[in-house]
């Protein structure tokens, strides 16, 4: 008791660890390997191309961020953009005869997208809470509800959207901006949101604090199920985002449409160092994981020696060693 | 000498985590058959040594002497394999299973290829009969409760047939009943030869169980000596580096009767019935009583915590209070007594944990990190916080360091009536003292604070009045002079409760 405050406890030092520098590690023995590869790889063309092809896996992928790190887990998102995009698709073309084909009804079809995702989310966010039914269970009653639904407003074949108002839509997708396609400006607007959200809001840290332990944060007055139900909520308007960008880029949706996003966006998360039990949460690694796995795709199209079959074995190879990554960081610490 | 042989020792035991050094160099001691107590403050360094010892972790430098022959233990199931066990301070218990197979986790009976239930049962029952619990083996661990779990804990210890046991205070979490049965244990284990090492910050248990006693002080050895040679004030002033002799301040007089909180015919069904009173402006209102006499139910009823009929009263207004955030709204405040499973995010660091509940205060827009970390440099030296550094994960303080943290916590919300759930369980005596004198401060101030305590002369110590409670009911209130040991026990054995009425 008798030594000054500051002997005792040291400022935080800046530390480097495995488990910060490992994405960003793996992302920069990506590209390496790629200019190695292939001259065409490190042009800004591709990198752009590569990363506005992510944009709506790791829109998803940022919702999922929210819903793990709060100790949640969403299997739903993939059935849930096709169900968007289907219902966007058919909202629009309805409206062809009244509102014609311009601005508008893309600018109607888009709220219904976010509305229709939000509404999505929050129902399985009311299934958690209200319902008190296991996350893991919730989303994947609705991955099979999303996905039959979709099939069935399908009529079993493809949706497509009026071809003009795909015209009109289009840019959204394939314009640019000073120079950068549309999609990679959503993408780090929402990223750079996001970070801030999960960093320095009280959601944000309220979420962490739940999947931290939730019991903690009952005795702490949080308001559990409601911030629950915001992270469930927030990762469906996220689809609908996500959906938004993805509807001009096809113009259609059918029963194959988003499939096993879910498992691309849950990757990308882990690789990213959230952790899978909740408690803690890295946005920018979640978009450096996405970046990464469209990467190993791109890498493998551009190379002859490795079957681009074999793509998704090295995205699961990668996610392993992500988690192994993680385990290494908690027994140092 | 030969009947004392050195079981276990520590050689010149150093460790450090990272660039932060928790032990100096420590030797010590443990002799077949003898009880060695090992005391020192929070963060002192006992649970670490201990660890070291176990197996659980290796010392940085130093080695480990097993019967004279130095020894390397290659983790704690090699420790337990040559007979040295660790009892945590942590309870170490898998939750969703029973309690039986708790006790065998890991040295399973067996049965040809299959698990021997009916010996593994048989034998649960035996131990916990021993130790004088009602516990049945088949139960959930989850559904134990804290003591109950502790008495599991040593059960487990006792069926691997240790002959070094380590337990990092085990009575922290007992009533004095409890204890009892454990120190009959304990004697008996001694009797057979076993070697033990225990710590406690309970000084007066320690003058009377162990044989020897070594204080550690800030990761040193401070000195080690027969219990005979030692008062508990001595090795209090050995312990702190100063004198603790005033454990408790003078206690204030109350100024006026104005009554702050009311509470009346409050139940929680099943656990709380019919309990009415009523706590004054200055005030501290001790509430008594055995473990599982309903005080925590009462408390978590009235903050919202628990559903709770009754009628609540702050400063005369009728109020409802549904949920915490409706206590926090009308400045009440309860500081759990779970501190691991409810009061701290465990695998955070100091920072969020300090505002998760007072969080709005630091929110313009968004989090003002600054002024946070400006709380904590606040906290720390107001609660005398002791950590290697500031960025450690809670999970990793001592547990002394952790309970500081959840009074700053609490205390960070400015409540005007707090209610504190065990005040000072597992922290040292020099703490203690400043913990009472801050809950003293606290009444002289003007607020107003209920303290549970199952330690009976904190209740008396700290307390204006006391409540006692029996199974789920107020059964008796004491003022003044009247507050003592024996008047308190006798309500809480239900002795007195009818002769008053
Ligand atoms: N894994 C760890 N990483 C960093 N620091 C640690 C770790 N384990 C312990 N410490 C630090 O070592 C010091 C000693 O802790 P220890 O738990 O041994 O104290 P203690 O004497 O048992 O205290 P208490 O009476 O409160 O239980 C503390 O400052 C603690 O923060
Ligand atoms: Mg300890």
Known sequence: MSNAVSDRIAAPRVRFKLSVLGPLLALLLLLILGALLNGNFLTLGNIMNVVARSASIGIIAIGATFVITSGGLDLSVGSMAAFTAGLMIII?????????????????????????GGGAGAANGLLVTAGRIEPFIVTLGTLGIFRALITFLANGGTLNLNFKVADVYSPIYSGNIAGIPVPIIVFAVIAIAAEIVLRRTKFGRHAAAIGSSEQVA???????????LMTYALQGALVGVATMLYVPRFGSANSSTAVLWELQAIAAVIIGGTMLKGGFGRIWGTVVGVIILELIGNILNLQSLISPYLNQAFQGAIIIVAVLLQRSKRAAD | ???????????????????????????????????????????????????????????????????????????????????????????????????????????????????????????????????????????LVADLSVPEK????????????????????????????ESEVLFKQIERLRQQGVAILYTSHKLDEVKSIANVVTVLRDGRHVITAPVS????DQMATHMVGRDVSDLFPQKSVLAGSEIVLEVEHLSVPGRVFDASFALRRGE??????????????????????????????????PIRIRSLRDASRHRLAYLTEDRKGHGLLLNMRMRPNLTLLGLDRFVHGLIDEKAEEKALEKAISDFDIRAGDRTVRVGNLSGGNQQKLLLAKTMLVEPDIVIIDEPTRGIDIGTKQQIYSFIDRLARSGKSVIVISSEMAEVIGLSHRVMVMKAGRIVGELEGRDIGEESIVRYAMGLAGSAAA
């Not at chain 2, 006792?158 to 007992?174: G, I, K, W």
């Open chain 1, 218 to 228: 009952r005795y702490s007055a949080i308001n559990v199920d409601r911030v629950r």
């Open chain 2, 284 to 317: 501290i209102l001790g509430f008594a009583g055995l473990v599982g006499s309903g005080r925590t139910e009462l408390m978590e009823g009235l903050v919202g915590l628990r559903h709770a009929d009754g009628s609540i009263k702050i400063n005369g207004a």
């Open chain 1, 92 to 116: 629009m073309n309805a409206l062809v005869p009244t509102l014609g084909t311009g601005w508008m009804v893309v600018v109607v079809g888009m709220l219904a997208g976010l509305l229709i």
């Open chain 2, 1 to 139: 000498m030969e009947e004392n042989s050195a079981s276990l020792a520590g050689v010149a035991v150093s460790k450090s985590f990272g660039p932060v050094q928790v032990l100096y160099g420590i030797d010590l001691t443990l002799r077949s058959g003898e009880v060695h107590a090992l005391i020192g403050e929070n963060g002192a360094g006992k649970s670490t040594l201990m660890k070291v010892l176990c197996g659980y972790q290796g010392p940085t430098s130093g080695h480990l002497l097993l019967d004279g022959q130095r020894v390397v233990f290659h983790d704690s199931a090699d420790a337990e394999h040559k007979g040295v066990v660790l009892i945590h301070q942590e309870f170490n218990l898998a939750e969703q299973l029973s309690v039986e197979a708790n006790i065998f986790l890991g040295r399973e009976m067996q049965a040809g290829a299959l698990l021997d239930r009916r010996g593994m049962h048989d034998r649960s029952l035996q131990l916990l009969r021993e130790l004088e619990t009602e516990i049945d083996p088949r139960q």
């Open chain 2, 150 to 177: 502790q008495m599991v804990e040593i059960a487990k210890a006792l069926v691997r047939d240790a002959r070094v046991l380590v337990m990092d205070e085990p009575t922290a979490v007992l009533t004095a009943k």
């Open chain 2, 229 to 232: 040679d030692m008062s508990v």
